[in-house]
């Protein structure tokens, strides 16, 4: 009987090429998403690890990236992909998703505003930036970013969506939200023949901040059916309606297995904002003179110390014999534990 386990070391090795790769792009992608600034999304998390990946990449410390299996980052991939089915395919096709639209023109650049193509008298560096992708961006002047046009000054219809930032000098925070929703625009009549399960008079008036979350099958039916909303979320959905002034804020967690969401609508406080931005004061405070707020787990066998690529060096700190350590856990981190 054939082994049902065995696979050729042909197969085997193509298989591994792909993890390879998938483990090869992201190590090249990890400029991309810099330290130098906070990030709202890390928020409710362990802010000493927050502390920890800013160092990194301001040169104050020495520490590897950790490298992820190609399974995480397949795991990773099918994040990404919902979000794009949620952005593209469902909220800017009906006409209520704001953010950045970059025209899909690969030569958008070549046509003047008014749609004339002008290639002969373009300078050599205006060619030279067509040739690296550049396009024209539509809403990067707004804080929330715009509708998807409907035609681009080139003539093109398409667009590809890019997320809105979040950012806050005073905070030092950075970050990119996943969906922003605006009704003023939307029109039942498109509607009209289909059954209707939406009510026009509980749709917003102002705009919305949604968050999009995956999750597997167990984790779906044993945590988020039964426990609801993970306070991280609630505390990063927080920042976002603050710093975009939006109306209120919604988490969507999707199954993975069988496309089931649950939704958690979370109202904007104040309460939880305020300790945000005390933290982020501190945090700045601290990185100024190359300290570290105290760990948010109490025991350094904690799940979340397993799953953080700076544990060795963290847990070397003084810091977790302290015998003052909850209360100093409780005095930084306050109402977000």
Same mark, same amino acid.
């Given at each position: ?20 790769f ?17 990030? $709202?999304?890390?928020?409710g ?9 800013? @160092? *990194? ?12 299996s190609?399974?995480?980052?397949r795991t990773f991939?099918?994040?990404?992909n ?25 030569m ?8 004339k193509? *002008? ?11 067509i ?11 707004? /804080?929330?970013?715009?509708?998807? $046009? ?8 398409? @667009?590809?969506?890019?997320e ?16 922003? /929703? ?12 289909? *059954?209707?399960? @939406?009510?026009m ?5 102002? $705009? ?27 505390i ?26 649950v939704?958690?609508?979370?109202? *904007? ?28 787990? /109490? ?39």
């Open positions: 009987m054939a082994d049902s386990n065995y696979i050729p070391p042909e197969i085997a090795s193509l298989m591994g090429l792909v993890d390879t998938l483990r090869w792009r992201e190590m090249q992608q990890l400029g991309s998403r810099s330290y130098k600034h906070y990030h $709202p999304s890390e928020w998390k362990c802010l000493r690890k927050q502390q920890y990946m800013h @160092f *990194r990449d301001m040169g104050y410390i020495e520490c590897e990236h950790a490298q992820h190609g399974q995480t980052i991939d099918k994040g990404h919902m979000h794009h089915r949620w952005q593209q395919h469902y909220f800017a096709e009906m006409g209520i998703l704001r953010g950045y639209w970059r025209c899909s023109n690969m958008c650049l070549a046509f003047d505003n008014e749609g193509f *002008r290639w002969d008298a373009l300078k050599d560096e205006q060619k030279e930036m040739w690296k992708g550049k396009r024209r961006v539509y809403g990067e002047n707004d /804080l929330l970013g715009c509708f998807r $046009p409907d035609k681009c000054a080139c003539g093109s219809k398409r @667009f590809e969506y890019g809105l930032n979040v950012k806050s000098e005073e905070l030092n925070f950075h970050g990119h939200c996943d969906i922003v /929703l605006d009704f003023q625009k939307f029109d039942p009549d498109k509607y009209k023949g289909i *059954r209707k399960n @939406f009510n008079a509980h749709f917003p008036k102002r $705009p919305i901040v949604i968050d999009m979350k995956t999750v597997g099958d167990w984790a779906f039916k044993n945590q988020v059916m039964k426990n609801g909303l993970h306070k991280e979320y609630k990063q959905i927080n920042i976002y309606t603050h710093l975009l002034d939006c109306e209120y804020g919604i988490v969507i967690y999707e199954n993975k297995s069988d496309s089931v969401t939704p958690f609508k979370i109202e *904007r406080d104040e309460s939880i904002f305020k300790t945000v931005k005390e933290q982020a004061y501190m945090m700045k405070a601290l990185a100024e003179k190359r300290l570290l707020p105290p760990p948010r787990p /109490l025991d350094p066998a904690d799940y979340e110390c397993s799953k953080c690529e700076f544990a060795a060096l963290c847990h070397k700190s003084a810091a977790w014999k302290s015998p003052k350590l909850a209360q100093q856990r409780q005095e930084f981190y306050k109402n977000l534990l």
